[in-house]
Structure formats: structure tokens, C-alpha cells
């Protein structure tokens, strides 16, 4: 079956939710346009992925509910690659558990991972590659978010549960883009990845993204990372062309940019300097199912 064939058309009912599944004002009446998760559905098409992935977003929708879940598509080495994210700021007391998804995709996905429901997280995502969607690997690792109190702003801890326990993955901030943007730019400059006597701030701190509503930052353990969250759609386009996607990525945006205006967009880059350049590592635009 062709994406085509599966793209959904918003409602009237439908939530405007960022990559936090924060909710904002739809830029105008998002009624019979494009849901975001056409963008998903288009990358599996683009990467020829094993049908299995469409039923693996079924079935988490099935289990959790629609607009639960968050979709990465990341850009890594040329490749595709996909990250499902999930929420609930219940924390201990939360619905949507690692346990819960992990045993709504069981018939699809292998993974013995077991979370310890006791800790007060909330957020996890799950990586989806060609190979898992396929039955080749087995899913490993399940990303686990927890607060950070004491951060002067909103502010959060990942690790990485696998089956050789559980490690430190990153350390993230959220700034304000319209009134936090010196902060954010500290945050970027204080980093052992990135040197500002050597490289602008302007080319992680990017002028043409920065029109956004929020700015994260990520420090991780070999890099650090950018999102812009609030980004509109002529915007996304920009990004897709900046950070080289395949092209047919870039023409569907521009193409359906009529039918996808109603939404803003979440978009992020990996990087670190080597040898007085710039790495962008991976990348990814995000969206909601």
C-alpha cells in the first residue's frame, strides 16, 4: 500500500501538541488538512520499511490511544531512522508506561527489557530502524526521562535502560525562544563540543530557526544537541534543505505546505566540532500520532 493510500485528514477535534505533547494555538483551522503523522508514513514509504512498522504504529495507537505519541524522523549517515516518544506527567502515577507499549508491540517487536514502574518518570521513547521493523534485531534499550530539580529552567535527565543495566545518557534545557535566547546561547557556549571563539553561536543558534516558541538544549555524553519547537512549516522546509535530506523529503514539504500550515513543527540537530567545523551527526523533525 502506498502512504498515500494511509494519510490521515485532520478534524476539527483534533489537538495542536508539540514534541512534549504541550498544546498551542493551530496557526489556522487545521479541518481536512494534513494530520502530521503523514510525514511518518511518507519517510516509511521513502525507506521502503517493512510494512511491520505501520502495524507497530497501530498497534501503540490501539493501546495508548491517538495523539499519545510522538514521532522522530531522524536523518543519520543518510539513513532513516525513527523515534517513538511517549508522556505522562502523572509520573507514579501515570497511564502510559514503559511496560504498557512494550507489551502492545510484543507480538511485533522482541524486547526483554524490563522497566522498574516504581521510578518517577515521565517520558521514554523507542528507537525504530529498518532491521526492527523487519524482525532482524530485537529491541534493546529503552530511553528514560526524569526531572532535574534545582535547574533555573524546565530541565530533565535521560537514561538508557538495556539489558546491561542503566547509563547516563543526556542532560537537557528548555529556554524560552523570545525571551530566554542570551541563556540559550550560554547554555550552547558552555560545552566542552562546541567553542565560540573559534565558530559563531549562529550556526548551532540558527537565525532562521530561532523564530520558534521554545529552545532546547541537550549535553550528552560524545555531543550536544538543538531543537526548535514552534517551528512553522516554510520553516521546516528551510531545515530539511539546511541539514540535506533526501530530496523528495524536501519537495513533499514544499508540495503539501498548503495542507500542512495548520501545524507548527519541532526540529533538532546532533553536532560537535571537529577540527573547526561544524559535525551535524543526525538530525529530525517531529510530529504526532
Known amino acids: 500500500m502506498k502512504a498515500?493510500?494511509?494519510?490521515?485528514?485532520?478534524?476539527?477535534?483534533?489537538?495542536?501538541?508539540?514534541?512534549?505533547?504541550?498544546?498551542?494555538?493551530?496557526?489556522?483551522?487545521?479541518?481536512?488538512?494534513?494530520?502530521?503523522?503523514?510525514?511518518?508514513?511518507?519517510s516509511f514509504e521513502l525507506a521502503r520499511v517493512d510494512e511491520r512498522a505501520y502495524d507497530i504504529v497501530d498497534a501503540i495507537r490501539d493501546a495508548i490511544g491517538p495523539f499519545r505519541t510522538v514521532f522522530g524522523v531522524k536523518l543519520i549517515e543518510g539513513q532513516f531512522a525513527w523515534e517513538f516518544y511517549f508522556y505522562d506527567y502523572a509520573r507514579r502515577q501515570r497511564e502510559v508506561s514503559i511496560t504498557r507499549v512494550l507489551e502492545a508491540i510484543r507480538p511485533l517487536v522482541?524486547?526483554?527489557?524490563?522497566?522498574?514502574?516504581?521510578?518517577?518518570?515521565?517520558?521514554?521513547?523507542l528507537d525504530l530502524d529498518a532491521d526492527l521493523a523487519a524482525g532482524r534485531r530485537d529491541?534493546?534499550?529503552?530511553?528514560?526521562?526524569?526531572?532535574?530539580?534545582?535547574?533555573a529552567v524546565s530541565s530533565g535527565i535521560a537514561y538508557a535502560v538495556g539489558r546491561g543495566g542503566v547509563r547516563l545518557e543526556n542532560f537537557y534545557f528548555?529556554?524560552?525562544?523570545?525571551?530566554?535566547?542570551?541563556?540559550?546561547?550560554?547554555?550552547?557556549?558552555s560545552s566542552a563540543h562546541f567553542d565560540d571563539l573559534r565558530m559563531p553561536v549562529?550556526?548551532?543558534?540558527?537565525?532562521?530557526?530561532?523564530?520558534?516558541?521554545?529552545?532546547?538544549?541537550?549535553?550528552?555524553?560524545?555531543?550536544?544537541?538543538?531543537?526548535?519547537?514552534?517551528?512553522?512549516?516554510?520553516?521546516?522546509?528551510?531545515?530539511?534543505?539546511?541539514?540535506?535530506y533526501p530530496e523528495p523529503v524536501v519537495a513533499f514539504v514544499r508540495q503539501h505546505a498548503s495542507q500542512l500550515d495548520h501545524l507548527l513543527f519541532d526540529v533538532g540537530f546532533d553536532y560537535r566540532m571537529e577540527g573547526g567545523r561544524l559535525a551535524i551527526l543526525k538530525s529530525g523533525y517531529y510530529g504526532v500520532f
Not at 19 to 36: G, H, I, K, T
Not at 176 to 186: K, V
Request: with cysteine; charged share 20%.
Open 4 to 42: 498515500a493510500e494511509r494519510f490521515e485528514y485532520a478534524t476539527s477535534a483534533d489537538p495542536a501538541l508539540n514534541y512534549c505533547l504541550w498544546q498551542y494555538a493551530p496557526v489556522r483551522p487545521a479541518e481536512d488538512n494534513f494530520r502530521s503523522i503523514n510525514l511518518l508514513l511518507h
Open 110 to 125: 522482541r524486547c526483554d527489557v524490563r522497566a522498574n514502574e516504581s521510578l518517577p518518570y515521565f517520558m521514554f521513547s
Open 139 to 151: 529491541l534493546d534499550v529503552v530511553h528514560m526521562y526524569v526531572g532535574n530539580p534545582g535547574s
Open 174 to 189: 528548555f529556554f524560552n525562544a523570545e525571551r530566554q535566547l542570551d541563556e540559550a546561547a550560554g547554555k550552547i557556549c
Open 202 to 244: 549562529d550556526a548551532v543558534l540558527v537565525p532562521q530557526l530561532r523564530r520558534c516558541k521554545t529552545i532546547c538544549i541537550a549535553n550528552k555524553q560524545t555531543h550536544d544537541c538543538v531543537y526548535f519547537s514552534g517551528v512553522d512549516v516554510a520553516q521546516l522546509g528551510y531545515f530539511l534543505e539546511r541539514l540535506t
